[in-house]
């Protein structure tokens, strides 16, 4: 465990609730030869400055993240895709360490077969932004505000479907409204939806 990075340390001291099994889960990654760094606050895992795998909790469970996990064959079928709209990262869970242990050889075999994943090349196919649908009442103030059209086309492509993803999701038409009400300042400014 050679490769352990002492900056990464303190994320594995600061909780309490998954200590062992985020234990289990470093011991497991660096044997596999992988590089850690701390990325997004995270321990992230890095093969020739690629992104593999990274380590993160939440309240139910703690997880694997596979960057490229949509090109894993997934032969155990334990791979979760956490939303809908994710295209490329997939999780593999965990609730308790026993879990991790007997699953280490297979946990294992996935983070090689990362690895080669990565070492091919391979790239994940996108969705490009043009392929996301808008909202109709999105589309609506876009035909009448001729500046909003502009300053949408002018963001970023992952800024625009921040935006169209946020002004989708909810189900009532008022409140897609009031989405769009409430960020067309901030698009008007250029801005993202997180900025």
């Given at each position: 465990?050679?490769?352990?990075?002492?900056?990464?340390?303190?994320?594995?001291?600061?909780?309490?609730?998954?200590?062992?099994?985020?234990?289990?889960?470093?011991t497991i990654v660096l044997?596999?030869?992988?590089?850690?760094?701390?990325?997004?606050?995270?321990?992230?895992?890095?093969?020739?400055?690629?992104?593999?795998?990274?380590?993160?909790?939440?309240?139910?469970?703690?997880?694997?993240?596979?960057?490229?996990?949509?090109?894993?064959?997934?032969?155990?079928?334990?791979?979760?895709?956490?939303?809908?709209?994710?295209?490329?990262?997939?999780?593999?869970?965990?609730?308790?360490?026993?879990?991790?242990?007997?699953?280490a050889p297979i946990l294992?075999?996935?983070?090689?077969?990362?690895?080669?994943?990565?070492?091919?090349?391979?790239?994940?196919?996108?969705?490009?932004?043009?392929?996301?649908?808008?909202?109709?009442?999105?589309?609506?103030?876009?035909?009448?505000?001729?500046?909003?059209?502009?300053?949408?086309?002018?963001?970023?492509?992952?800024?625009?479907?921040?935006?169209?993803?946020?002004?989708?999701?909810?189900?009532?038409?008022?409140?897609?409204?009031?989405?769009?009400?409430?960020?067309?300042?901030?698009?008007?400014?250029?801005?993202?939806?997180?900025?």
């Amino acid at each position: 465990m050679n490769n352990m990075n002492p900056k990464v340390d303190w994320y594995f001291n600061k909780t309490e609730k998954w200590q062992k099994e985020l234990e289990q889960m470093r011991t497991i990654v660096l044997s596999c030869g992988l590089t850690e760094e701390l990325k997004w606050s995270n321990p992230c895992y890095i093969f020739q400055k690629s992104n593999i795998v990274l380590i993160h909790v939440f309240k139910e469970y703690c997880a694997f993240l596979f960057f490229k996990g949509s090109l894993l064959k997934d032969e155990n079928h334990i791979l979760i895709q956490q939303t809908k709209n994710v295209q490329a990262a997939r999780q593999i869970r965990f609730t308790n360490v026993r879990e991790i242990v007997k699953m280490a050889p297979i946990l294992k075999a996935y983070i090689y077969e990362a690895i080669e994943v990565e070492k091919a090349g391979l790239k994940v196919n996108l969705k490009k932004t043009t392929e996301y649908s808008i909202p109709e009442e999105f589309q609506i103030k876009l035909d009448e505000k001729p500046a909003l059209k502009k300053a949408f086309k002018g963001l970023t492509p992952g800024r625009q479907r921040a935006y169209l993803l946020y002004f989708s999701q909810p189900k009532q038409s008022k409140t897609r409204e009031s989405r769009i009400e409430k960020y067309m300042k901030q698009i008007l400014n250029g801005k993202g939806l997180n900025d």
